[in-house]
């Protein structure tokens, strides 16, 4: 074994024996009772003498005593500087002389590794703690070489081997540390075999463990860390299936002669395979027997199952969780009957919890009043699980936090608690600059400024300036979540926009006002009702029938109800739950302006995670738009066409390209439906891919739709989040039932979902 292991024990051994030396050589003089004449140091090179002198606790002139002296040596070496320090003592006609020698510990000039082909430099380098300029230290190096033997284990190389060892270098008790690495050949599973095993095949044992054999698109590297993990999981593997007292006996490693093949042998004791008899539970007085039965994920006449019953555990304390009970112990006690195991859930309740206070901490830009406003649970209320969470959610939706943490603790009385919310605020001002592109809308720059939690109030500002051949728009928007610190949110929005289409050029410019609030007895549905007023002019306009309204504004004065409701676990990247948004709208009439119609729209999400990290979400969308009498005309910029990745999108279709057949191209219909298949799935963090399957279709009225009239695309695409900007999106999809014929279509996209 290397020596240089032993230095740090050396210098506790060494201050030992300095005791021993101190009383066998000085402790004579020691005894008697002397002066210190003076006191000198030797052996320092390094270290200054005054440092020395000023820890060491004796002065000339003082009274020599033996516990100063080794006192003095004691606080020498925890100082860490020196791996030996010995006082000697010369007895003089007036007095004790004493000389502290001292050997300083080595400082590293450099680190060097030697061997290693396969491990980087660089990588090996940040694995350690050991760096020049600190002194050696024998252990910390032997935990880099446990440090560097892990590493080279993950990588599949068990048998490596490493010793560290020390050369001086130029500079004064300066050394060079060097880590001689032996890297050891790159060893691979050829097989896995099983010893008493009866109840399953190997294949569905293989595909349990962690460790894979080599195949076609597997390395198929050993690592012995692995071993542990791939016992946890057999036995969870069988325990599952009936086997209670299942127990792997033995995981056997067999190298091959070269070292680098490994054949594993694993030895199982399945023992007997149980069912479940009877079901009973005690104990239980907050929950009714119904509830307790409910929870119960075990039932009699199935297999024996350890997840199960733990399932059923988790079950009865999320149902306590509810009630307020947080202190509950559930023991299910099993009797063997046979083969057959009767379980009893033994229930000892305690006493309900209630919150005694509420702490916030991590925002510091936001008023605590706006994350305490979303919360449903307040201090002195009895604890209910789904208030929490709905809190908790509530709070993560505002949109400012990148995450929402809880956590509790408990009184001294070991029954109230106190929540902590513990909050990681975004960054919330935004100031950015770009270019996006759209096929209606073509290559158009924008530039905004905005804030979404204005003096930290929650307050969103924005002023968005966009410039393109094809488009230009100013628009400065305002929303406060909880007006006049009411659980209203209102705001308004003023633009003044120009874009250029295919059939005509479109000027509109106004503004609307809203307000919004919880539906009563709803902790996720919001009303709101909305005023908008605005002025479109239609110019150059290249057919005869738009040319009737061409020049003149049309005032539209309208007013819409709408309801929304969010269930989503993440307002950004949800993985369950759902959105949808509902309106009504009524123009025109007794409210003014020049257009009378009245809209009905619904767009509704569904997000269901399966198998694994992969995240399904279902969209569907219907509208329809109809005037009040059969001469009122509807404005063409009220119909809906489909296409692209505008509100109505279909991808694979270029931008507002989809319309009723036999309507004049720039002519959407009444009637709109649509729907969206999506698989998303992580790439890279923070890059995420999906594929997608879109289906839509507009008509002219509710009776004369037709299945046929139905559009189809499929395709795949990207989203990345990137700071300041948001969700970006690129799709790229093929148009099934395009006029010209299938083909591929891209779409680029700013922003996330509503």
Do not use: C
Not at 113 to 126: R, V, Y
Not at 651 to 666: E, K, L, T, V
């Amino acid at each position: 074994m290397n020596i240089g292991a032993f230095i740090g024990i050396k210098g506790r051994i060494m201050w030992g024996l300095n005791f021993l030396l101190i009383f066998a050589v000085a402790g004579p003089l020691l005894a008697q009772t002397e002066t210190v004449k003076s006191i000198a140091v030797s052996g320092n090179i390094a270290v200054e003498e005054g440092l020395i002198l000023s820890t060491f606790p004796l002065k000339a002139g003082q009274e020599l005593r033996r516990d100063d002296v080794a006192n003095g040596v004691k606080k020498l070496y925890s100082l860490g500087l020196f791996s030996d320090v010995q006082v000697e003592a010369t007895a003089e006609r007036d007095g004790i002389s004493l000389v502290i020698k001292v050997k300083e510990r080595e400082k590293i000039s450099k680190i060097e590794f030697k061997g290693n082909k396969k491990g980087g430099t660089d990588t090996l380098k940040e694995k350690i703690s050991t760096s020049p300029g600190q002194l050696v230290d024998g252990f910390r190096l032997a935990e880099d070489v446990e440090k560097l033997l892990s590493y080279y284990k993950e990588e599949g190389r068990p048998l490596a081997k490493i010793q560290w060892s020390k050369t001086p270098t130029e500079t004064p008790r300066g050394v060079a540390i060097v880590f001689e690495i032996t890297e050891g050949p790159k060893v691979k599973v050829r097989s896995i075999s099983f010893s008493e095993n009866q109840g399953t095949t190997e294949k569905q044992l293989r595909k349990v463990m962690a460790t894979k054999k080599k195949g076609f698109l597997r390395s198929g590297a050993y690592k012995d860390e692995y071993a542990d993990m791939d016992i946890e999981k057999l036995e969870a593997f069988f325990k599952n299936r009936g086997y209670k007292d299942a127990k792997v006996k033995g995981h056997f490693v067999n190298y091959s002669a070269d070292n680098r093949w490994v054949d594993l042998n694993i030895e199982i004791d399945e023992g007997l395979r149980y069912v479940i008899g009877s079901v009973s539970w005690n104990g239980n007085k907050a929950l009714s027997d119904k509830e307790v039965s409910d929870a119960i994920a075990s039932q009699t006449g199935t297999l024996y199952s350890e997840e199960r019953i733990e399932r059923t555990r988790q079950n009865l304390f999320e149902a306590y969780a509810e009630k307020g009970y947080l202190f509950v112990a559930v023991t299910p006690e099993m009797t063997p009957q046979d083969t057959v195991l009767d379980v009893v859930y033994m229930m000892q309740e305690g006493e309900p919890s209630y919150v005694r206070d509420i702490r916030i901490t991590g925002n510091t830009r936001t008023k605590e009043k706006v994350i305490r406003r979303e919360l449903f649970l307040k201090p002195g209320d009895p604890f209910k699980r789904s208030l929490l969470a709905h809190g908790q959610r509530d709070v993560f939706n505002l949109r400012i936090f990148e995450d929402v943490l809880v956590d509790y603790e408990v009184d001294e009385n070991g029954r109230d608690i106190d929540l902590i919310f513990k909050v990681k605020e975004k960054q919330t001002g935004t100031a950015n600059a770009g270019f996006g592109y759209g096929t209606a809308t073509g290559l158009t720059g924008f530039a905004e400024v905005g804030h979404n939690n204005l003096f930290g109030n929650n307050q969103s500002i924005s002023l968005r300036l966009e410039r393109g051949s094809r488009r230009s728009n100013i628009e400065l928007s305002f929303t406060d979540p909880w007006l006049l610190d009411t659980p209203t949110t209102a705001g308004f929005e003023a633009y003044n926009a120009q874009r250029v289409l295919d059939y005509y050029t479109e000027y509109r410019k106004g503004g609307s006002v809203f307000a919004e609030k919880l539906v009563p007895r709803s902790r996720v549905v919001r009303g709101s009702v909305a005023y908008r007023y605005e002025e479109i002019t239609l110019e150059d306009v290249s057919d005869t029938t738009l040319a009737l309204v061409a020049g003149k504004p049309q005032r539209t004065s309208s007013v819409t109800f709408g309801l929304r409701g969010v269930t989503t676990d993440n307002p950004f990247r949800p993985k369950k739950g759902g959105r949808f948004r509902s309106s009504v709208e009524f123009a025109g009439g007794r409210i003014g302006g020049d257009v009378n119609f009245h809209k009905y729209l619904f767009d509704g999400r569904i997000y269901k995670r399966w198998l694994f990290k992969p995240v399904f979400m279902f969209r569907g969308r219907v509208g329809y738009v109809s005037g009040y009498t059969a001469k009122d005309r509807i404005p063409t910029y009220e119909k809906f066409r489909l296409g692209g990745t505008v509100y109505d999108y279909l991808r694979g279709y270029p931008d507002y390209s989809i319309h009723p057949r036999g309507n004049a191209a720039w002519d959407g219909g009444r009637f709109m439906l649509g729907y969206t298949t999506e698989y998303q799935f992580p790439i890279a963090e923070p890059l995420r891919g999906l594929l997608f399957y879109d289906v839509g279709g507009t008509w002219n009225s509710v009776s004369t739709f037709r299945a046929s009239g139905f559009m189809q695309g499929f395709g795949f695409g990207f989203r990345i989040d990137v700071p300041m900007l948001g969700e970006i999106g690129f799709d790229y999809g093929y148009g099934i039932n395009r006029e010209e014929g299938a083909r591929w279509e891209p779409h680029l996209q700013l922003g996330g979902p509503f």
